[in-house]
């Protein structure tokens, strides 16, 4: 079993890529030649993407080859192995058009072809992740263009460090908690350990057993309670699934699910068709929430009880939508714009307070 | 894995007494000696709320067949998940993400997981399985809910066919496939589509609709076959008037909707499809596709070609 981490960045001269192999880490850079240095920053950025990968598996970096070969050995040997390689990229349309398999523009589609064709040819199975630029200076990628080996990941520091997929948004920055302490003033908000996503996020509170010794959960019927779903992004789409049940099993309950804009491709449509309410807090704005150094935006989505009536769910109403609209132009006139009052005005709208 | 069949799934569920006095039909109109309606007192077909309620009837009920988690003798006990999620050093990818375990044996907890009447239950070995099995039927009769056993399918790492696609555990490994029928008629298909290269590279367009359906739906098992349909949309999309050649669609094309009286002086100088609001603003009666880059340009081919007009 062979992971594999790789960052691939590309601009108008040139192309670079690393990768953290299980020995060591490897680099690649160069210049676009004429035939692609007047193509779009996607199709060159796919490129780049799709060469990483294949470089890795012929001459240039023998790591992957060398990894490919063990695993057609063990393959072969034990029927059964395979290698996971994960891509990121500073440019979302790569992750998309990956992500869904397919492009209307004929050579990003191209591209796409070869990757999957990659796949099926070494028993690949590849994961696009769109990240921060700022993450991709950090870790040095940008800086090869230059020639700069002295950044990121090539001056020494942790490759692993700069791929926070493992973690949530409340286990990077705790500050976030009293943030949504501050607008959710009349509530008791319960952060959630991955082990209570199947418990207490489904409103179990207790047990109790009925005349026959039947098991029955006792369960939380409190309005002033909000469970705080906050899980790795990695981890998110089943955190949400389990969120789903929860909701149309206890529609009374009150959900807050946050998640950093990583691995997005997994759970964002999901989550954005379903939440309520949804906004991005871009890093730095609020430096003891979510600070710079976080790179990608947080995602908050909020999960309101369903109505008793049509149209059964708050989302969509005018309220809902100009609060949306006032938290926009909020951030977008001022940057420094207090967001707390609007927010604290969504309890208001639902008619929970 | 084990299958567990729940019978006449709506019926098991009793409609709220709020709706029953609101539910239901008058046969007056069609036995004369009958006065009164006719009430309905549990979900049915075709009423609006049947899926939703009966879904979440039936997720309570699990949740109580599953029985208590952390009773020790439980099947469905588990005391920790595990999050085996790519980034942390100790990232094995043979291991699912997220897992609920008993840390006791280390093996994952016992787990029924359900697609609205078909129960599949999960287990670490034949033995785990046949109990979560037995546990979850027998509490489903408790509640209440048919249990119909005629369709059991007894533990097995090679279970059949669940939710369209078959999955098997055995050899080590997770594999999950189609049926061999479909896989024979998805084969099939292509095999007429090689036909129809091969003589007249020709397709009728109701043959390759139909062949794209099923192989979009043996693409729900097999993802990685998504970039593979490409052709068969294109081919399917090409009689449109905006693709070229190959069926791909032609970038840069804006449908434009213009006044009637509008000529082509009247056009705003800045039409591009970068703004497409100052075309919006002009609805109308001839539509015209202008080239996004050179408004210029297509003022002087409007202007020769006077009315409705296709640029490229």
Redesign the interface.
């Known amino acids: 079993?062979v992971?594999l981490y790789g960052f691939a960045d590309a601009s108008g001269p040139g192309f670079r890529s690393t990768f953290l192999s299980p020995a060591e880490i490897q680099y690649r850079l160069g210049p676009w030649g004429r035939d692609l240095s007047h193509a779009s920053s996607n199709y060159r950025e796919l490129c780049n993407l799709v060469n990483a990968v294949d470089y890795e598996h012929l001459d240039q970096f023998p790591v992957l080859s060398q990894a490919v070969q063990a695993i057609s050995a063990e393959v072969i040997a034990?029927?059964?192995s395979?290698l996971?390689l994960?891509m990121f990229t500073d440019n979302s349309v790569a992750e998309g058009a990956f992500f869904?398999?397919?492009s209307?523009?004929?050579k990003l589609?191209a591209l796409?072809?070869q990757l999957?064709q990659l796949?099926?040819q070494y028993s690949l199975?590849l994961?696009a992740i769109h990240i921060a630029s700022k993450r991709m200076i950090a870790q040095g990628t940008d800086g090869l263009s230059r020639g700069d080996t002295f950044e990121g990941v090539l001056r020494g520091h942790n490759f692993?460090g700069f791929?926070?997929?493992?973690?949530g948004a409340l286990d990077r920055y705790p500050g976030i908690l009293h943030w949504i302490q501050c607008w959710t003033p009349s509530f008791h908000v319960i952060p959630l350990?991955?082990?209570d996503?199947?418990?207490k996020g489904?409103g179990?509170v207790g047990?109790s057993f009925n005349t026959?010794g039947?098991?029955?959960?006792q369960v939380s019927y409190s309005s002033s309670v909000i469970f705080l779903w906050s899980p790795?992004p990695?981890?998110a789409a089943?955190?949400l699934e389990q969120l789903c049940?929860s909701r149309?099993?206890r529609p009374h309950l009150i959900h807050i699910f946050i998640v950093p804009c990583l691995f997005t491709h997994s759970f964002r449509k999901r989550l954005l068709k379903f939440a309520d309410f949804s906004f991005y807090l871009t890093p730095g704005r609020r430096d003891t929430v979510w600070p710079t150094s976080a790179f990608e935006p947080l995602l908050v989505s909020i999960f309101l009880p369903f109505l008793s009536h049509a149209p059964w769910t708050v989302k969509g109403s005018p309220d809902l939508l100009a609060l949306e609209r006032d938290l926009r132009s909020l951030w977008l006139m001022d940057e420094d714009g207090d967001e707390i009052p609007l927010l604290c005005h969504l309890w208001s709208i639902a008619q929970l307070t | 894995m084990s299958d567990i069949d729940v019978g006449e799934q709506f019926y098991n569920f009793l409609l709220h007494s709020a709706v029953k006095p609101h539910c239901g039909i008058d046969l007056a109109p069609y036995f004369s000696e009958l006065t009164t309606w006719e009430r309905w007192t549990r979900c049915v077909m075709s009423l609006k709320s049947s899926p939703?309620g009966c879904?979440?009837m039936e997720?309570?009920g699990d949740?109580?067949s599953k029985?208590?988690?952390h009773?020790p003798d439980n099947p469905s006990y588990?005391d920790?998940?595990r999050?085996n999620?790519?980034?942390?050093?100790t990232?094995?990818?043979?291991l699912p993400?997220?897992s609920?375990v008993d840390s006791r044996t280390g093996r994952s907890a016992g787990d029924v997981v359900s697609y609205v009447d078909d129960k599949r239950s999960l287990g670490s070995s034949h033995a785990h399985c046949t109990q979560v099995t037995r546990q979850m039927a027998s509490?489903m009769i408790?509640l209440g809910e048919q249990d119909a056993s005629r369709k059991r399918v007894a533990p097995s790492e090679r279970a059949g066919a669940w939710t369209g696609a078959v999955c098997h555990t055995d050899?080590?490994?997770v594999t999950v496939m189609v049926t061999q029928d479909k896989w024979d008629k998805a084969k099939g298909y292509i095999a007429i589509l090689e036909n129809h290269l091969n003589r007249d590279n020709t397709f009728k367009h109701k043959e390759l609709e139909r062949i794209r359906c099923f192989l979009t739906y043996v693409i729900h098992t097999y993802?990685?076959f998504?970039?593979?349909l490409?052709g068969i949309h294109l081919t399917l999309d090409r009689w449109r008037k905006n693709r070229d050649h190959d069926g791909?669609?032609i970038?840069n094309m804006v449908h434009y909707h213009l006044d009637a009286e509008c000529t082509p002086n009247a056009l705003p100088s800045s039409v591009c499809a970068r703004c497409p609001a100052t075309a919006i603003r002009s609805l109308c009666s001839i539509t015209v596709v202008l080239h996004a880059a050179s408004p210029m340009a297509n003022r002087s081919l409007i202007t020769s070609y006077g009315g409705s007009v296709w640029v490229r």
């Open positions: 079993m992971v034990n029927q059964g395979s996971e994960f869904r398999g397919t209307s523009n004929t589609f796409i072809l999957r796949e099926l199975r994961h692993l791929v926070p997929l493992q973690r350990t991955p082990a996503w199947f418990v489904h179990i047990d026959d039947v098991w029955i959960p790795p990695t981890a089943d955190a049940f149309h099993k | 939703h879904i979440r997720m309570l949740e109580i029985g208590c988690y009773t588990f920790q998940v999050l999620v790519p980034g942390s050093p990232y094995n990818p043979s993400w997220v609920k509490m408790y050899e080590g490994k993802p990685c998504t970039s593979y490409k791909w669609r970038a």
